[in-house]
């Protein structure tokens, strides 16, 4: 419950802050970049109509003065002295002018330069052209023809300029450009005529690889492009009044990288700033819903523990109004259920004890007589057999364990019974006494097919040879008790380690049984040694047989306690009993 309230109160908080930081950020993110977007595109489409019309306007510049002066040569063509001056002043008004030949209607050459080879001087019925890019071995070049008329329109002639091109790539060396920005101007068969990129220089073709080229080349408006990583501002140059029917088009390119940097600057601030909001709305939210919640937490938790059996666990709860009244509630509510459990418990085990009593006092009844049968006919079989006898040593471990059954019948009872202050039995020289070597080498024989059906190994381990003060079939019990449930622990087989050494001080022995199993729990290692406990499945065990042996070892003034084994796996019992006088 106060989980969720918790969760809740957060949620609340979170959307407070989360949903106004979203809005405003997708907002300014998605604003910014459709600003940053309309300008890239604006700023690029400026720069080419810039650099188109300065290129457009020095080319016109040319044509029209070449034009001029064919008009005026056409005047007078036979004037040879007039005609040559007519030619310099036009290499000197026209700086571009790489080369220049005046040429009959039939084209052969009149005056000037040789015509470069290629030159179509009729594809044009009036007027003139500009032709497409000439790459030689140095700068590009492009063809001027302009068909010289008389006054009457008779075709005089033909005059052929030859203008380099190293005019466009001044232009576009002079402009000014962004991160990572360049310029092309392609012919119409996408040849690069000039560039800003020097690694661009090639004399193949970008069309078929540019799409901007292609578009370019293709459309005779501006417009702009995004592909392949690049936003691209395109204009062909016919798109100029003056330069109609010339293909050659003028791109600007940027990588998107470098064209959207802004934008991706404001997206990165924005998400910080966002992150940060919403990092002290969670950390607000954390403090005001734990402050709210606590109380009730620790309410839950106690209601819990009271609930599992543990209402002494824990101090009380405090808090203000009516939390303080109900945590007040509910620790007078503890302490009573605690006493009611306390009395329960007592009276349980007067309960179970006195069903103990009786049972044994029915059990001795029924299963005495037929012991003492069993005993007398295994002491009378023995008393006709020789030393020596095959058969002598088992009808021995009969009278044995007959014995045995006996005095257990009769620990059974006595454990049953009320504790006595003191007992004559434990008093002075006449406590029994036994000597752990003898007893571990009878219990090995003893459980020897027991433990060889459980594929497990014992192992013992004697370093103290002093005598205990304890009966001993009572620590043959003991030992038989824990090695059996050491064997049980291990379905698979493992390792039973049983060592005897002195303790500390000595005045005792300490008698440790060690297994490889998977160990007793540290939640159950208080409650194995109560009377019906067991960790083992419904009808597997009793829960007495660690209680026996804890009310043996106890009577004979030593203790039992149980831990881990020594080499980390396992479960490890520790026999602590006074040595002998």
């Not at 019974?417 to 571990?440: F, H, K, Q, W």
């Amino acid at each position: 419950m106060t989980s969720s309230l918790r969760w809740r109160v957060l949620l609340v908080l979170s959307l407070a802050a989360v949903v106004p930081t979203v809005v405003v950020g997708v907002l300014a993110i998605s604003r910014a970049r459709h600003d940053v977007e309309n300008e890239v595109r604006r700023g690029g489409l400026a720069h080419i109509r810039a650099l188109g019309a300065a290129l457009d306007g020095t080319l016109q510049d040319a044509r029209r003065t070449v034009e001029l002066a064919a008009s005026q040569w056409a005047d007078a063509p036979a004037d040879e002295r007039a005609t040559q001056l007519l030619l310099r002043r036009l290499r000197r008004d026209v700086p571009i002018v790489h080369s220049l030949s005046i040429l009959d209607p039939e084209g052969k050459l009149m005056y000037g330069d040789a015509v470069p080879t290629g030159v179509d001087i009729g594809s044009h019925s009036f007027g003139g052209y500009i032709g497409d890019a000439v790459f030689g071995a140095d700068l590009p070049t492009v063809h001027l023809v302009v068909q010289a008329r008389g006054r009457t329109g008779e075709l005089m002639g033909v005059v052929v300029a030859s203008l380099d091109l190293g005019f466009v790539r001044d232009v576009i060396a002079a402009a000014r450009l962004g991160p990572g920005a360049r310029v092309i101007v392609v012919d119409g068969a996408g040849v690069p005529v000039a560039t800003s990129d020097p690694t661009m220089l090639s004399r193949a073709s970008l069309a078929g690889n540019d799409p901007a080229v292609d578009r370019a080349l293709s459309s005779s408006v501006e417009g702009t492009l995004s592909a392949n990583g690049w936003v691209s501002a395109y204009r062909n140059l016919s798109g100029y009044q003056s330069l109609r029917g010339v293909r050659w088009a003028i791109l600007h390119e940027q990588p998107e990288a470098d064209a959207y940097a802004l934008a991706r600057r404001t997206t990165r601030d924005t998400l910080i700033i966002g992150a940060a909001a919403l990092a002290i709305a969670l950390a607000l939210g954390v403090f005001f819903a734990t402050k709210l919640t606590r109380p009730l937490a620790g309410l839950a938790r106690r209601a819990d523990a009271i609930a599992a059996g543990h209402a002494a666990e824990g101090g009380p709860i405090t808090g203000p109004g009516e939390i303080g009244v109900l945590a007040q509630r509910l620790e007078e509510m503890a302490n009573r259920i605690a006493e009611r459990s306390e009395l329960q418990s007592l009276l349980a085990r007067g309960d179970r004890l006195a069903s103990v009593g009786v049972m044994s006092a029915q059990v001795a009844h029924e299963i005495n007589n037929p012991l003492t049968t069993v005993l007398g006919y295994a002491k009378l079989l023995l008393e006709d057999k020789p030393e020596a006898h095959a058969d002598r040593n088992g009808l021995e471990l009969i009278a044995s364990e007959a014995e045995r059954m006996k005095k257990i019948i009769g620990t059974l009872l006595e454990y049953a019974r009320a504790p006595r202050t003191s007992s004559p039995e434990i008093a002075g020289d006449a406590v029994g006494t036994a000597e752990p070597a003898a007893v571990l080498r009878h219990v090995s024989a003893l459980l020897e097919p027991q433990l060889r059906k459980a594929r497990a190994k014992l192992v013992i381990d004697v370093a103290s040879t002093s005598s205990v003060t304890i009966e001993a079939h009572s620590l043959q019990q003991v030992l038989v008790n824990l090695v059996q449930n050491a064997a049980q622990a291990m379905p698979d087989g493992g390792t039973i380690t049983i060592s005897t050494k002195p303790a500390a001080g000595g005045i005792a022995t300490v008698i440790t049984v060690a297994d490889t199993g998977p160990g007793v729990a540290k939640a159950d290692r208080a409650r194995v040694f109560d009377p019906f406990y067991t960790t083992k499945a419904p009808g597997a065990g009793t829960g007495l047989g660690l209680a026996v042996c804890k009310h043996l070892v106890a009577t004979a003034g030593g203790s039992i306690e149980v831990g881990e084994a020594p080499q980390g796996r396992g479960a490890e019992f520790r026999v602590t009993l006074p040595n002998s006088a």
